[in-house]
């Protein structure tokens, strides 16, 4: 058995005048040590200004998620000998309206601590098999498309019959 130990301090009065303010400094303390693997970290205007980051990031998530706002993009896998493309890879993208995008690594491990991989990997694997459905009608002759997953959806009992679901209905 492995164990160890996440610890936020704050300290008063410097930190925090009353103990609530105290204790919320204390655990975003401690949040950003589990974001970093363990250990212990003490309060700075840092964390608080990490953790506001990070909660915006999920409520943005979560209306995107709404909204139908994340893009899914391909990456081709191509047969170097044959010289053809011969798939693709379904990567999830978060474009911004000032045309940037959100990096999937700072979005993705918001959405697993936020629970919303589920709903994500659902949103990907649709929009790959119906991708790769309108390619076949397209007279392209791919024989696969790939789709990370994360170890949530693996874990879940949940992923075959989805992928099941979807494959089937988009005639797969």
Wanted: charge should be neutral; glycine fraction near 6%.
């Amino acid at each position: 058995v492995f164990l160890s130990a996440c610890v936020g301090v704050a300290i008063h009065p410097q930190d925090a005048a009353d103990a609530d303010t105290l204790l919320q400094r204390a655990d975003n303390a401690m949040r950003d040590a589990q974001s970093r693997g363990g250990g212990f970290r003490f309060y700075s205007a840092a964390t608080d200004a990490a953790a506001a980051r990070k909660l915006k990031l999920e409520h943005m998530l979560h209306e995107a998620l709404e909204t139908g706002a994340l893009a899914v993009a391909y990456q081709p896998i191509v047969d170097t000998v044959r010289r053809q493309t011969i798939g693709a890879e379904a990567l999830l993208r978060w474009p911004q309206a000032e045309g940037a995008a959100i990096a999937p690594a700072q979005f993705v491990p918001i959405a697993e601590e936020a629970g919303l991989m589920d709903r994500i990997g659902e949103h990907v694997l649709e929009h790959a098999c119906r991708q790769l459905a309108l390619w076949r009608a397209a007279g392209h002759s791919l024989s696969r498309i790939c789709v990370n997953v994360s170890r949530a959806q693996l874990m879940g009992s949940c992923l075959a019959a989805r992928a099941a679901r979807w494959l089937r209905g988009h005639s797969l």
